[in-house]
C-alpha cells in the first residue's frame, strides 16, 4: 500500500467556483492508497506549501498529488515544495482541474466534479508507480562558437570573451565587419560607420579568448547544448601561405568542442533584377541602398555612374520590392525608412543644390530621436517627400524617368532623374536554409532563423544552447543588432554559469532483453537521441537530447521502450482508473 | 509545328478585318496552316470580367473545350481575347475548384494539353524569325518604327508567361528581321487607353497623344502593334497635325513578302499610311515594276 496524499486548490473561485472541491477530497480519501486528502484556498501560497510539507511529515507521505493547475505552470514550485520536506520530487505530481477542467466546464458543475474526482484519483495510480529519481548531470564544455563576423557576432564574441571564456569566431569572407563595414554612415550622428567599426574589429582581433577564423565556414554539427562537436573548413589565404601555388592548396577541416553557439550570420541584398519595372539592373543610374552607400564612401560630389556628371536630382524610392508579396517580400525591411534620410541628407551636404526626393509609402522611424531625424531631413536639407509609390523607372535618353504617384495632392508625378536609389528589401544571407538544416534550427519562409518565442525568448532558439543575433533572425538596425547580440551573449553566460548540466531524468529507456533492434525508434525519434549499439545490437538512448517526448514507446512493437515515470503498467493503471 | 487552330475573336471580323485578312496571308505566304475555330465564341472581353468573373472565364473556357480534342496549339491575334483565353487556362491549370466549376458548366474534361498563344509569340519563337527571314521579298528598308504591345499581352506576368514582360523584344527583333528599323523607346507596354476610348475619350485622347508624341521624338514614323483595340484607338484618338500610322505587324510582314492583298488592307486605316510606305524603297521600286 502506498502512503498519498492529495492536496485539492480551490485557485479562489477560479477551480472552487465550479468543481465542488469537498466531494473531491472526499472521494480521494475514499481511495486506500490515499492515506490524507484536503482542500486549501490557495495550493501555491506559502501556507499551501506549509501545508504540504507539514502533511508529509505527519502523515509519512511517500507521494503527492497536488490537483490544481496545468502542471506546466505550478510543477516545478510543488516538486521543490516536497523535495523540501525531504520527499523525492518525482513522487509528486499535478492533476489539472483547472485548465482541463474548472475553465472549460463552467456550465455543469456535476460533471465538472466528477471529472476532477477522476482525473485527481488516475494521477494517484501514475504517483504510486513513480520512480525516486535524481536529475542527470551532464558535462559542460564552456567555450563558444559564433558564426559569422559581422557586428552581430563581434559583440557577442567580445561579451563572452570579456566574461573570461573562450570563443571560436568563423567568418566566412576574408575580412571582420560584415555589412556594417560597407556603410558609408549611421544615422542619428553620421559617424563613419568603417571608423565605429575599426576600434571593435581590433579589439575582437587582439582579443586573447577570440580565435578568430576568416574564410571559414560551418560544415558539420553534432551533439548537443553544452556538448557540441562543430566542424570547421576554412579555405587558404593566399597571401599567407605563399610557398605553394593557389591550386594546389587544400582548405583546411577543424574540429571545435564547444557548450553554445550564436548563430549571427546577417543579411543580403535583394536581387534588383527581380525589379524590372524600376529598370531591373540595366539601368546604370538606378541603384540600391548598398550601392549608393558605395558612392557615399568615395566621397566627393556625387556622379552619375553612366557619364560621371553631377547627379542634380535624386529619387529615393522606400519599399522597393519590400511590403510587397508580388515581389516575394512581405515584411518590412524596417531600417530603411531611417537610412533613406540619412542619405538623402548625405546627398544634400555633397550637392548642396541638387534636389533628392523620397517616394514613401508610410515613415516608420519609430526609436529613440528617430522621427525627429527624418524631420530634419524634410525641414532642414529640403528633402522632398512625396507619400505614394513608385510605378515605373525607365530610360529616356541620358536620363533616368521615374514615374510615381503623389498621394497627398491626388496627382501623378513625372521626374527626370540622374540618380535613382532602390531602397531594396534586406534578405537573410546566401546560405540561411542550408546552415539551418546542419544546425536543427529552423528558419522561416524567407529563411531567417525563428526565435524560441517571439516576445518572450526572443534570442534562443527551440534548440538548446543555440542563440541567434542580428538580422540573420529577421531585419533590425545597429542598436538593436548590438543589444540583441548581448541578449544572446549573456544567455551564453547563464548557461556557462554552472560547471556542469543537468536535465530532467524523465527520459526514455531501453529494456534491453525486449528490443529486437528493428530501428523503428530510431526513425521516429525527432531529437536524434536513439541509435543501434553496434556491438550489442539493441536500441540506446542519448539521455542528454532525449526529451521523453514518447514517440518511441509508441513505435516500439516489443514495449521495450519507456519513457521514466510514464511506464507502460503506470499509464494503463491510469486507464483503468479512468474507465 | 506547323498548324495552328485559329480564334480571330470579334475585332477581327470588324473593325479589325484587316489584320484577321494579313494574318491568314501571312500563314499562307509561310505555309504553317492555320484552322479556325469552328463554332467559337466572343471571349467576354472586357465586359464579362467587370460584370461577372465566373463569366468572364466560362466564356473562354468554352473555346478551350472545343481547341482541346483539336489539339493544336490556340493561336490569338487580339491581345485582349489572349489575355481572357490565357486567365480562363491559368485558373484550369491552378485552381482545382475554379476547374470544377468550370467543367461543369462547358460540360467538359480540362486536359490541358493546348497551349494559349498570342500571335506574336507563335510567329515569331513557334515559326521563327529565320522562316520569317527567308520569305522577305522586299525589306522595308527605310521605315523607322516603334514596337508597340499595349497592356494586355504582356500582364499580368503570371498569367501571361510573356518573354520579359517589363522590356519585351519580339516586335523589335521582328521589325529588323523584315528589314525596318527597330526604334528604341520606354512606352512599349504603357497603356493607350483603349478601354476608355469611348466612355471617357479625354482620357484616351492623351495618353494616345503621348505614345504617338513619344515615339515620334525617339525617332519613329510609325507605330506596330499587334492588337486590334490599341491600333484602332491610336488612330482614332491622334490629334494634331502631324499623325503617326499604326500598323500591325502582319501588315508589314505582308508588305515585307511582297504579297500583292496588301493594297486592299490600308483603306481600313483612319490614318492613311500610303504617303510613308511610297518612302520605302523596295516599295517604290514594286510599284514601279507593276504599274
Known amino acids: 500500500m502506498s502512503r498519498i496524499g492529495v492536496f485539492v486548490c480551490h485557485c479562489g473561485h477560479n477551480i472552487a467556483g465550479t468543481v465542488d472541491v469537498k466531494a473531491v477530497v472526499e472521494q480521494l480519501q475514499r481511495n486506500g492508497d490515499v492515506v490524507f486528502a484536503i482542500d486549501y484556498k490557495y495550493m501555491c501560497s506559502d501556507p499551501g506549501q506549509q501545508l504540504i510539507r507539514e502533511s508529509i511529515e505527519k ?30 520530487g518525482f513522487r509528486c505530481e499535478s492533476a489539472n482541474i483547472r485548465e482541463q477542467v474548472s475553465w472549460v466546464h463552467q456550465q455543469d ?4 466534479t466528477q471529472k476532477a474526482i477522476e482525473i485527481t484519483a488516475s494521477i494517484v495510480e501514475k504517483v504510486k508507480g513513480n520512480e525516486i529519481l535524481e536529475p542527470l548531470v551532464l558535462p559542460l564544455t564552456h567555450r563558444t562558437l559564433v558564426i559569422g563576423g559581422g557586428i552581430a557576432g563581434m559583440q557577442a564574441a567580445l561579451d563572452i570573451a570579456e566574461a573570461g571564456y573562450p570563443v571560436i569566431l568563423v567568418e566566412r569572407h576574408d575580412h571582420l565587419g560584415g555589412r556594417m563595414a560597407e556603410l558609408s554612415g549611421s544615422y542619428l550622428n553620421f559617424r563613419a560607420a568603417p571608423d565605429l567599426l575599426e576600434k571593435k574589429i581590433q579589439q575582437v582581433l587582439s582579443h586573447p579568448n577570440i580565435q578568430t577564423l576568416r574564410n571559414a565556414e560551418v560544415i558539420g554539427l553534432s551533439g ?26 587544400q582548405p583546411l577541416t577543424f574540429t ?103 517616394f514613401y509609402i508610410d515613415i516608420r522611424s519609430a526609436g529613440k530621436n528617430y522621427d525627429e531625424y527624418v524631420q530634419r531631413a524634410m525641414t532642414d536639407y529640403g528633402v522632398l517627400y512625396l507619400r505614394g509609390k513608385v510605378s515605373r523607372v525607365f530610360r529616356e535618353g541620358d536620363q533616368t524617368i521615374v514615374w510615381g504617384s503623389d498621394t497627398l495632392t491626388g496627382r501623378a508625378v513625372e521626374i527626370a532623374a540622374d540618380l535613382v536609389v532602390l531602397a531594396t528589401p534586406m534578405l537573410p544571407s546566401r546560405g540561411s536554409a542550408e546552415l539551418g538544416q546542419l544546425l536543427h534550427i529552423s528558419t522561416d519562409g524567407y529563411g531567417f532563423f525563428n526565435e524560441a518565442h517571439p516576445k518572450l525568448r526572443p534570442v534562443e532558439t527551440l534548440t538548446a544552447g543555440i542563440y541567434l543575433a542580428g538580422v540573420a533572425q529577421g531585419p533590425k538596425d545597429i542598436p538593436e543588432t548590438v543589444s540583441q547580440a548581448s541578449g544572446a551573449a549573456a544567455k551564453v553566460l547563464q548557461l556557462f554559469s554552472k560547471d556542469e548540466m543537468t536535465a530532467s531524468p524523465l527520459v526514455a529507456s531501453v529494456i534491453e532483453e525486449l528490443c529486437a533492434a528493428c530501428g523503428a525508434c530510431v526513425k521516429v525519434c525527432p531529437y536524434g537521441a536513439r541509435q543501434i549499439h553496434p556491438i550489442w545490437n539493441y536500441a540506446t538512448v542519448n539521455a542528454a537530447l532525449c526529451q521523453g517526448c514518447g514517440a518511441c514507446v509508441v513505435a516500439c512493437p516489443n514495449k521495450a521502450s519507456q519513457v521514466r515515470n510514464w511506464r507502460v503498467e503506470q499509464v494503463m493503471g491510469m486507464v483503468d482508473r479512468l474507465l | 509545328m506547323n498548324a495552328y487552330t485559329y480564334y480571330p475573336g470579334c475585332s477581327l471580323e470588324s473593325t479589325a478585318c484587316e489584320y484577321d485578312a494579313s494574318v491568314r496571308a501571312v500563314f499562307q505566304a509561310l505555309e504553317v496552316e492555320l484552322h479556325e475555330l469552328e463554332e467559337w465564341n466572343c471571349c467576354g472581353a472586357s465586359s464579362a470580367h467587370s460584370v461577372n468573373p465566373l463569366l468572364a472565364l466560362a466564356l473562354p473556357a468554352r ?10 496549339d490556340l493561336v490569338m491575334p487580339c491581345a485582349a481575347c489572349f489575355n481572357r483565353h490565357k486567365s480562363a487556362d491559368h485558373a484550369l491549370r491552378h485552381d482545382p475548384e475554379r476547374r470544377k466549376e468550370l467543367e461543369e458548366i462547358v460540360g467538359f474534361t480540362y486536359q490541358g494539353n493546348v497551349a494559349v498563344r498570342p500571335l506574336l509569340e507563335v510567329l515569331t519563337v513557334g515559326v521563327g524569325f529565320e522562316r520569317i527571314g527567308e520569305r522577305v521579298t522586299r525589306p522595308l528598308e527605310g521605315l523607322k518604327a516603334v514596337g508597340y504591345y499595349g497592356c494586355l499581352l504582356v500582364r499580368p506576368p503570371d498569367v501571361t508567361q510573356f518573354e520579359n514582360p517589363e522590356n519585351p523584344s519580339l516586335m523589335n527583333q521582328l521589325l529588323e528581321t523584315l528589314g525596318a528599323k527597330a526604334v528604341e523607346w520606354s512606352y512599349a507596354t504603357e497603356c493607350c487607353g483603349g478601354g476608355l476610348s469611348l466612355t471617357k475619350s479625354s482620357v484616351a485622347a492623351r495618353l494616345v497623344n503621348r505614345l504617338a508624341e513619344r515615339a515620334r521624338e525617339a525617332g519613329a514614323e510609325a507605330i506596330v502593334t499587334s492588337c486590334p483595340l490599341c491600333q484602332i484607338n491610336l488612330e482614332m484618338r491622334q490629334s494634331g497635325k502631324q499623325k503617326m500610322p499604326v500598323f500591325y505587324f502582319t501588315e508589314l510582314m505582308g508588305l515585307a513578302f511582297g504579297l500583292p492583298e496588301a493594297e486592299a488592307w490600308w483603306s481600313k486605316h483612319l490614318i492613311e499610311p500610303r504617303p510613308l510606305l511610297a518612302e520605302i524603297k523596295s516599295l517604290r521600286r514594286a510599284m514601279v515594276g507593276r504599274g
Open chain 1, 59 to 88: 502523515y509519512q507521505l511517500d507521494g503527492v498529488v497536488v490537483a490544481a493547475c496545468s502542471p506546466a505552470m505550478h510543477e516545478t514550485t510543488f516538486r521543490r515544495t516536497v523535495s523540501a520536506a525531504g520527499l523525492n
Open chain 1, 256 to 358: 571545435f568542442d564547444v557548450g553554445a553557439i550564436v548563430v549571427a550570420t546577417g543579411w543580403q541584398p535583394y536581387d534588383r533584377a527581380r525589379l524590372p519595372e524600376y529598370g531591373g539592373v540595366e539601368i546604370p543610374d538606378v541603384v540600391d541602398g548598398l550601392t549608393f552607400e558605395k558612392m557615399l564612401r568615395e566621397g566627393g560630389v556625387l556622379r552619375r555612374p553612366s557619364d560621371g556628371k553631377i547627379a542634380c536630382e535624386v529619387v529615393f524610392v522606400q519599399c522597393a520590392g519590400s511590403r510587397d508579396p508580388e515581389h516575394g517580400v512581405s515584411y518590412c525591411s524596417k531600417v530603411c525608412c531611417m537610412y533613406v534620410a540619412k542619405q538623402a541628407m548625405m546627398y544634400k551636404e555633397r550637392v548642396p543644390d541638387g534636389q533628392a526626393y523620397v
Open chain 2, 63 to 72: 473555346n478551350l473545350a472545343l481547341a482541346q480534342p483539336i489539339g493544336y
Open chain 1, 224 to 249: 548537443y547544448v553544452g556538448n557540441f562537436r562543430v566542424q570547421v573548413k576554412q579555405n587558404p589565404e593566399a597571401e599567407e601561405t605563399p610557398v605553394m601555388p593557389l591550386d594546389e592548396l
Open chain 1, 109 to 112: 458543475k456535476e460533471a465538472a
